[in-house]
C-alpha cells in the first residue's frame, strides 16, 4: 500500500487490480478491487482535550441586596437619592423628624445629670443635715416636676386638639371642593361645551379647573394633616410619660430622703442611698445612649456602596416602627404593615443563576466546579463557579429536579437583575488524553470497539473509554497516537468503462460519512 497526496485523485498501482486513494486524515480512503470499490472516511486518533458539560437555563440575580429601613418613627423630611444613582457606604438616604426623639435625648440627659448630682452628694453625705437637705431637694423637685407633667399634659392635649381641627377644616374644604367641582362639571356639560370653544365654554372650562386645582391643594393639606396626627401623638405620649416618670422617681427620691432622715444609722442610709443613686445613674446611662441612638437612626445611611435599586418612601410619608407605640393608630399600623423595603441597594456588577437539574444528573455536580454562563443577548460566555447544590427536590408531575446556582466570576456592570442565561457547568475535564471521533467508537454492551485500518482493510480492535463530549471520546487503551480509524464506510458499484465514460452508473452510499465522491476508474 502506498499513501498519496491529498490533491491526487487517483493511481492505478502497476502489476494489480487494486487501486487505492487516501486524502488526508479525515478523508476518504479508496479500495478498488475489481468491479467493487470501499470508500471509508478516516480520522487520525490524536492527542486533545474533552469537557463534559451539563446545560441549564436561569434568571441572573444580584448576590448583595441591601434592604434598608428606618429604625425610629416619624415624618420623612427628606429623601437624598432617586432610583439608579450610585451611592457609597455611609451616604444619607433620606432622613425623618428628628423632633421627637431629639426630645427624649435632651430629657434623658437631663436625667442623667440628676442621678450623677444625687449620686455625688450622697456620697458626701454624713450627717442628719444632710439627710434633711436632700428631703427638701426631693420634695422641691417632686413639686416642680409635678407641675411640669401637668404643663406637658395640657400642651400636648392642645396640639393634638389642633390636629384635630385641622383635619377637620381641611375634610371640610374639600367637601366643598367636591360640590364647587361637581357643580362647574355640570354647568360644563349643560353649556354643552364637550368640544366647543365658545366664550361661555372656555369660562366653564377655566372654572372646572380652578375648581379642581383647588380640591387637589386642599386634598394633599388633608393627607398632610393626617400624617402629623399619629405623629404628634406618638411625641405627645413619649413626652407624657417620660414626665410622668420624672414625677415617679421624684416621689421615690422624697420617700428615700424621708426614710434617710428618719434612719437611727446614717451611715447605713448613706450605703443604701449611694447603691440606689448608682443604679440610677446607669438606668440614666442607658437611656441617653438609646436616645442617642435613636437620634443618629433619624438619618438613614447607606449599609454598603452600591446602586439604589427601589425606593419606597417619599417626603412627607409617616414612618412607623415595629416598637412603636402608636402602631395602634390605624393610619400608623396600615403604614407599618407594608413589606417593601424603604430602600433597595445592589452591590453593582455582582451576580449568580440559578438553573435546576434532574435527579439523574445532581450527583454529577458539585460545589466549586467551574461553569460558563452566557446571558440572553450575548454569545460572550462568562467564567462562574458552582455555590451550591440543593439537598431537598422540588416534585412536579412526578418528576424531581435540584436548584443549582452558579456565581459569575468579577464583576459585570453591564448585566441586568432578571436577565436569563443559560449555563454550561463543566463536570469533567481531562487533557493531553487520546481522543477518536465519538462515531468511530461502538458499543455492545460493555465491551467497546473502533476499527483500524490494517494494509488498507478495516480491523476491529477493543479499546477502553473514558470521558467523552459531543464530538470526541477518550481512548484509555487500545490506541496509539496516529493510528487510522474508520469513522464510515461508503459502498459503491463501480460502473462499466462505457458507462463511466458517459457519466453514468449507479451509487449506494451506506454508513455515515460521505459527500459526493467519484468512482475508482482506469
Known sequence: MRLLPALLRHKVLAGGGIALVVIAAGGYMFVHAGSATIQYRTAAATLGTIQQTLSLTGNLSPISQSNVNFQVSGTVTAVDVSVGEAVTAGQVLATVDPTTVQAALTQAQATLAAAQAKLAADQTSSSATTAAENLATARTNLSNDTTAYRDTLAVNAQTIASDQRTISADQAAVNADNQAVSAAQQKYNADGCSGSTSATCQSD?????????????DAQALSTAAAAL?????????????????????????????????????????????AQDTASVAQAQ????????????????????????????????AITTASSSAASNAAAASAASSTA?????????????????????????????????????????????VTSVGQIATVASGVA??????SVTGTHPSLRDGMSATISVIINSVVGVLTVPSSAVHTNGTTSTVQVLVNGAPSSVVVTTGAADSSRTEIQSGLTAGETVVIATVSSTVPS?????????????????????????P
Open 205 to 217: 372650562a377655566q372654572s372646572l379647573s380652578t375648581a379642581q386645582q383647588q380640591q387637589t391643594k
Open 230 to 274: 399619629p405623629t404628634d401623638q406618638v411625641r405627645a405620649q413619649q413626652t407624657d410619660d417620660q414626665a410622668a416618670a420624672k414625677v415617679a422617681s421624684d416621689q421615690t427620691a422624697v420617700n428615700n430622703a424621708l426614710t434617710s432622715s428618719n434612719s437611727s444609722s446614717s451611715a447605713a442610709t448613706q450605703q443604701a442611698a449611694v
Open 286 to 317: 442607658q437611656t441617653v445612649t438609646n436616645d442617642t441612638t435613636s437620634v443618629n437612626e433619624s438619618s438613614l445611611l447607606a449599609p454598603a456602596g452600591g446602586t439604589v435599586a427601589a425606593i419606597n418612601v417619599a417626603a412627607g410619608a
Open 341 to 385: 423595603a424603604n430602600f433597595i441597594i445592589l452591590t453593582p456588577g455582582s451576580f449568580q443563576v440559578t438553573g435546576t437539574i434532574s435527579d439523574s444528573q445532581v450527583n454529577q455536580v458539585a460545589v466549586g466546579q467551574h461553569a460558563v454562563v452566557t446571558p440572553a443577548g450575548t454569545a460572550t460566555g462568562l467564567a462562574g463557579t
Open 401 to 406: 429536579t435540584f436548584p443549582v446556582t452558579v
Open 497 to 521: 468503462s462505457a458507462a463511466a465514460t458517459r457519466g453514468g452508473g449507479t451509487r449506494t452510499f451506506g454508513g455515515g460519512g460521505g459527500g459526493g465522491i467519484a468512482p475508482v476508474g
